[in-house]
């Protein structure tokens, strides 16, 4: 099994693939927390922006680290099949829906204070996480971005299960990932180091450029 040795080393790795778009001033949404080192990497080495794009998995009744669904910051709501499989009602999913938005605007309001997110219209925009495991937080986010018009929207992953990819896929224009996984056991398996991110950091390499 390929391992990365960490969230920056991935990214680096990840560069070289999406190295066509270097001088086209992409911009990078990285998803929060996980993807924030990732995407202070490739904006820097690309000389493109960085933003988060808010998004947040909805858990399951039972078991809140299950993912049954996603919503974004802006209310576009995805729901896997798997809800109704774990007794997700309509109820519950509105619930956990308010509960994530709630916590998103909160975050946002933390990290980007002092500026509006960076539009999307007309961009070449790439985004990307450490890993998917259900795709269901990408395909949400990407849903809604298309809204926006970019002008070419990527995911780039590190590592991703093989099922989420399929799903993931049909919400981009470009879909780049370095390891496709059958037997996937989470995000966390393929890094030697996968130290969880604070929110400390992630203000910080919002705020700017690092040495590549």
Do not use: W
């Not at 909805?58 to 680290?65: H, I, T």
């Not at 938005?101 to 933390?110: E, N, P, Q, S």
């Not at 002008?151 to 919400?171: M, Q």
């Not at 990932?177 to 929110?199: M, N």
């Amino acid at each position: 099994m390929m391992n990365f040795k960490n969230r920056v080393q991935a990214a680096h790795l990840l560069a070289r693939s999406l190295s066509q778009y270097i001088g086209f001033n992409p911009l990078v949404l990285a998803i929060p927390r996980g993807g924030v080192p990732l995407g202070r990497v490739i904006a820097d080495i690309l000389g493109g922006e960085l933003d988060v794009l808010m998004v947040r998995k909805l858990g399951a009744p039972m078991d809140s680290e299950l993912a049954i669904g996603a919503v974004t910051e802006e209310g576009e709501v995805f729901v896997s099949s798997l809800a109704e499989k774990v007794g997700a009602t309509d109820e519950y999913i509105e619930s956990e829906v308010c509960r994530q938005i709630y916590l998103m605007h909160r975050r946002r309001a933390l990290y980007t204070p002092v500026r509006a997110p960076i539009s999307p219209r007309d961009r070449i925009v790439i985004v990307v996480d450490d890993g998917l495991a259900t795709g269901a937080t990408m395909a949400a986010g990407l849903r809604e971005l298309r809204n926006q018009m970019p002008r070419r929207l990527i995911c780039a992953v590190p590592v991703a299960a093989e099922n989420s990819i399929e799903l993931v896929r049909t919400y981009c224009d470009e879909f780049i990932c370095l390891l496709q996984e059958i037997r996937f056991t989470g995000v966390g398996a393929y890094y030697e180091d996968f130290s969880q991110v604070e929110d400390s950091e992630v203000i910080a390499l919002l705020a700017g450029a690092q040495e590549i």
